[in-house]
């Protein structure tokens, strides 16, 4: 192991002794931020460490180690608010940001909005969320995994070359602190897994991936197994053709149904909202999808790919409904929107953590035996998604199903329909729930979208 990377390691070593070094950095700005006239303050400290991999046809392509460090400060005067960070934490460093943060705050107008949230909605609990395991894995032996994975891939019937496989592990050492007295502490871990292939020749050639996070190390997929995955998928794909232009069920896989909730949580977001710019103004309280629909956030789940005891303001987070019985229960708010909605924070400062889609009870290929005839999703490109309209038009590849069996591979195409439509058209949930994000969806079957093929 390089003496840099073995010297970065050895600083990961403490995780306490880092973390009380952040808690006192940010309670020290605290004091200094009141002392310059700051009626109010919030500090975030962050430590963040990585190591990455990639391999391309057994050689090394890149090794990268990280260590990185953030240091952010807001700091309110009444209601005139000012921000400025750094990635430094020398005390010359964060002594210029105070100085910034607070010039800025006194050069802006007040904002009715502006300021912390509310006292009352501080995380008083820090529960364990197991979010630290720490992978003793140097770069030699993230090559070899790497390596391992690439090559279980390459040994495939029908896999001609490869864009490469690569291992990652990163850790985060954060500390959020406000003048509530509000301190919170967060350590967490992510380690990913990933390969792509090519099958094929000249111009029949397809590509296709596979990849695999996880706090723990031990949670990822084993690596021959994940380039096999990669492998089966590339060579599902030669021959693929375009299909005739019509109106079609469609099946969206698991992983490609990750983008509606995307563009659902978008819609819901109260930036979107108190701005005017959303689909789903005012739609709080009105079924939106099929009564047998819910999206629950579950921010505490162990080992979770999002989890977190407390949003990016400290307020604390909580399971809560999103979408019930087809039903939009709340919007995502942080305390500003809330505050220009007239209503209260939802705890999603930073965005939502662990939203489920729930799943239902058919396996893949009782989804696909629903589908009957009609176009299986598996890749999207393109942005094609208006959230302010709704309208929805996307390039997309997936296979072309009849009478629930795959016939054959499918590729340039674009769907096509609108939000509102497609979310009430939701026919059936599957049970093959992909939970490798934040975004946590099965498969989804919509009625009807029109496709264009040649």
Avoid at 95 to 121: K, M
Wanted: hydrophobic fraction near 40%; charge should be negative; proline fraction near 4%.
């Amino acid at each position: 192991m390089p003496q840099t990377l073995r010297a970065a390691a050895a600083a990961d070593c403490d995780p306490a002794a880092e973390l009380d070094r952040l808690a006192q950095i940010t309670e020290d700005v605290l004091r200094r931020s009141r002392a310059a006239g700051a009626s109010a303050a919030e500090v975030q400290a962050s430590i963040e460490t990585g190591l990455h991999v990639n391999v391309r046809l057994g050689e090394v392509e890149t090794v990268e180690h990280t260590r990185d460090r953030g240091f952010g400060l807001t700091v309110y005067f009444g209601q005139r608010k000012g921000s400025a960070s750094t990635a430094d934490l020398r005390p010359e460093s964060i002594a210029a940001t105070l100085e910034h943060a607070c010039a800025i705050a006194r050069h802006t107008e007040p904002d009715p909005a502006a300021g912390l949230a509310d006292a009352a909605q501080m995380a008083t609990d820090h529960p364990s969320l197991d979010l630290w395991h720490p992978w003793d894995v140097d770069a030699e032996a993230a090559i070899t995994l790497a390596g391992r994975c690439e090559a279980a891939g390459m040994r495939e019937t029908g896999i001609r070359n490869s864009e490469g496989a690569g291992v990652a592990s990163g850790s985060t050492l954060s500390v959020y602190a406000n003048s509530h007295g509000f301190l919170g502490r967060e350590q967490a871990t992510q380690h990913s897994l990933s390969c792509s292939l090519i099958a094929g020749e000249g111009e029949a050639m397809q590509r296709d991936h596979w990849w695999d996070c996880a706090r723990a190390a031990e949670d990822l997929m084993d690596a021959a197994a994940l380039g096999r995955r990669a492998a089966e998928r590339a060579r599902a794909r030669l021959g693929a053709r375009s299909i005739a232009t019509g109106t079609c069920r469609v099946l969206f896989s698991a992983e490609a149904a990750r983008s509606l909730l995307g563009h659902l949580v978008a819609a819901v977001s109260g930036g979107a909202l108190y701005r005017r710019a959303s689909f789903l103004l005012d739609q709080q309280g009105q079924r939106i999808f099929p009564a047998h629909v819910d999206i629950i956030e579950r921010p505490r789940l162990p080992r979770g790919p999002a989890s977190a005891a407390f949003d990016a303001e400290g307020v604390a987070t909580r399971e809560q409904p999103l979408i019930e019985h087809g039903v939009l229960t709340r919007y995502v708010l942080g305390s500003y929107s809330a505050r220009k909605l007239g209503l209260a924070s939802t705890g999603n400062a930073g965005g939502v953590r662990n939203l489920v889609l729930e799943p239902g009870p058919s396996d893949f290929a009782q989804m696909l035996e629903a589908l009957g005839t009609g176009l299986l999703v598996t890749e999207l490109m393109g942005q094609g998604v208006n959230i302010v309209t709704g309208d929805y038009s996307r390039g997309a590849a997936g296979f072309r199903v009849e009478h629930g069996r795959i016939v054959h591979p499918v590729e340039e195409v674009t769907i096509a329909s609108d939000l509102r439509t497609m979310f009430a058209g939701i026919e059936a949930v599957g049970s093959d729930l992909d939970a490798r994000s934040g975004l946590m969806t099965p498969s989804v079957l919509i009625g009807a979208m029109t496709v264009a093929g040649h």
